[in-house]
């Protein structure tokens, strides 16, 4: 796991832009993966820029999202399709063809799981998957005591993340208590992985995740396991890291070794 930490958001969201900048570029049809919340929305608007006025070419790029409260149409503004088409997808040359949201409205749901999952085997994989962390250590909405293996399925909010959501409706019995999700399993199979958290209000769940037991308590945790972990994290959020200092000494000795390279 790399982890670099920074002064605040907008660094955060610079750091991770150009990550998957360079993702693009060096593989013009990259399958990536995105996330939604109030985390990414700076690394989208740095794309948006990217692609404005450096032409970022979005044209071959497939995406799939991991997940979709369950209930909410695409044009409900709460639901996670409405967020990415304003947020990001409107404003860069992709193929709506090549974009995949997992559908709220599905009807077979355990159907529309199991082609989810297809799908993104026949795109090749996710090369690349972006996430944020919700402060019970979830990865998408995969709450404590999901399954560390589990696939896109059907799955109930805490009440910790239906309170968090909650600033984004009008009042908290708006927020769905049911999401489509990409399981732990889906996501441990993107090659790379990149997540991202600011705010002291992640600290708890970023020192778990990285540095506590793996466990289904801490979805976040199994990330430990992946080979291919890039964590971008601010001072706030990285504050109860225990050895905080030791992975910014990590991170500076890789730095100087890739400008040397
Ligand atoms: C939701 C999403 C997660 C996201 C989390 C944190 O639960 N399903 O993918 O990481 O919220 O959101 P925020 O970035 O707004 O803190």
């Known amino acids: ?56 070419d979005f044209s071959r790029i497939t995406t799939f999202n991991l997940d979709e409260y369950y209930g909410l149409g695409p044009d409900h503004p709460q639901s996670y399709h409405y967020f990415m088409f304003s947020n990001l997808f409107n404003h860069v040359n992709i193929d709506p063809k090549r974009v995949h949201i997992p559908d709220g409205l599905a ?87 990149l997540l ?9 769940a970023v020192a778990a995740f990285i540095e506590g037991p793996i466990t289904s308590q801490i979805t976040a945790s199994i990330l430990q396991m992946h080979p291919d972990v890039t964590v971008i994290i601010d001072e706030a959020a990285a504050s109860k890291l225990k050895r905080k200092e030791y992975y910014k000494h990590v991170d500076r000795l890789f730095r100087d070794l890739e400008k040397k390279t």
Do not use: W
């Not at 991202?196 to 708890?204: C, I, P, T, V, Y």
């Open 107 to 193: 009807k077979d749901v355990e159907a529309f799981c199991k082609k989810y999952e297809e799908e993104i085997k026949k795109a090749g994989g996710i090369d690349l998957q972006l996430l944020g962390i919700g402060r019970d250590g979830h990865i998408a909405f995969n709450e404590p005591g999901s399954s560390l293996t589990s696939r896109t399925r059907l799955v109930a909010l805490a009440e910790e993340t239906i309170k968090d959501n909650a600033r984004f409706f009008e009042k908290e019995e708006d927020v769905p208590r049911f999401a489509i999700t990409m399981g732990c399993g889906t996501i441990m199979e993107a090659k790379k992985i």
């Open 196 to 204: 991202l958290a600011n705010g002291e209000a992640k600290s708890d």
């Open 1 to 56: 796991m790399r982890i670099t930490i920074v002064k605040d958001y907008d660094e955060m969201s610079k750091k991770a832009a150009e990550i998957i900048s360079k993702q693009i570029r060096t593989k013009p049809d990259s399958v990536l993966g995105f996330a939604t919340g109030g985390t990414p929305i700076g690394t989208y608007k740095e794309l948006v820029r990217m692609h404005k006025e450096e032409g970022l």
